[in-house]
């Protein structure tokens, strides 16, 4: 059964870094492109940041260029993102999901066309 589980999240003050990780179990992440989703509270679901599936194109929503940083570790079966100079609207349930549809990772991102999801992880920014 594929699983995506990410882990990571937390309460952090503004101005602070978190670095969120979604593990993969059940198939090998190598095939698979992946996205970081996040959802606030009465907001619809954003695209955070895509990677393709050999690392060589991402792409990030303008609220997070910058700041953020995905990457891939396919020996560990992760994917990363890396969150810097967090703000207080960076707050939400951050998700990860994995595909192998055709897309541009900037397509991937605006779509969400991806076929497993993990659970989320929560994270706070607040001083």
Do not use: H
Request: proline fraction near 2%; hydrophobic fraction near 35%; charged fraction near 15%.
């Amino acid at each position: 059964q594929l699983q995506l589980v990410e882990s990571g999240g937390g309460l952090v003050q503004p101005g602070g870094s978190l670095r969120l990780s979604c593990a993969a179990s059940g198939f090998t992440l190598d095939f698979y492109a992946i996205g970081w989703f996040r959802q606030a509270p009465g907001k619809e679901r954003e695209g955070v940041s895509c990677i393709s599936s050999s690392g060589r194109s991402t792409n990030y929503a303008d609220s997070v260029k910058g700041r953020f940083t995905i990457s891939r570790d396919n020996a560990k079966n992760t994917v990363y993102l890396q969150m810097n100079s967090l703000k207080p609207e960076d707050t939400a349930v951050y998700y990860c999901a994995a595909g192998t549809r055709l897309l541009s990772v900037q397509a991937m991102c605006a779509s969400a066309l991806l076929d497993s999801w993990g659970k989320g992880t929560l994270v706070t920014v607040s001083s």
